[in-house]
């Protein structure tokens, strides 16, 4: 073998592997979108539910309507709705990401074709 016999494989070969990864990458990035996307969409369904929660027991602990028990359970559900802001934040940020990732691969694929 000689010292200077190194080959490449063809620009077509290497060009249909690339392919190949980013079509992968793209159902990888499907996938993860995906999930953030119902993972959002029952935490909105259940924000919704606390919030009116929140809101309803607050006006009754105004008009005095209820418990001293019911008090901390206001408490409870203030507590629920920030804890589900947060992640709602953070699956924001996510998909942010996922964006990004998704024009970075537009680019990359466009450099192949």
Same mark, same amino acid.
């Given at each position: 073998? /000689? %010292?200077?016999?190194?080959?490449?494989? +063809?620009?077509?070969?290497?060009?249909?592997?690339?392919? $190949? &990864?980013?079509?992968? %990458?793209?159902?990888?990035?499907? *996938? %993860?979108?995906? *999930? !953030? #996307?119902? @993972? =959002?969409?029952?935490?909105?369904?259940?924000? #919704? +539910?606390?919030?009116?929660?929140? #809101?309803?027991?607050?006006?009754? !602990?105004?008009?005095?309507?209820? /418990? &001293?028990? +019911? =008090?901390?359970? @206001?408490?409870?559900?203030?507590? /629920?709705?920030? #804890?589900? *802001?947060? $992640?709602?934040?953070?699956? +924001? $940020?996510?998909? /942010?990401? !996922?964006? @990004?990732?998704?024009?970075? %691969? !537009?680019?990359?694929? =466009? =450099?192949?074709?």
């Amino acid at each position: 073998m /000689s %010292l200077f016999s190194f080959r490449t494989r +063809s620009a077509e070969r290497d060009d249909a592997t690339d392919q $190949r &990864r980013f079509d992968r %990458l793209e159902r990888l990035l499907d *996938e %993860l979108a995906d *999930e !953030i #996307a119902v @993972e =959002k969409s029952g935490l909105e369904r259940r924000y #919704a +539910s606390v919030s009116a929660d929140a #809101a309803f027991l607050d006006e009754a !602990i105004e008009n005095e309507d209820v /418990s &001293r028990r +019911s =008090k901390g359970r @206001e408490a409870e559900l203030t507590s /629920s709705i920030l #804890a589900c *802001e947060r $992640r709602l934040g953070v699956l +924001s $940020r996510q998909t /942010s990401v !996922i964006v @990004e990732l998704r024009q970075n %691969l !537009i680019e990359l694929t =466009k =450099k192949i074709t």
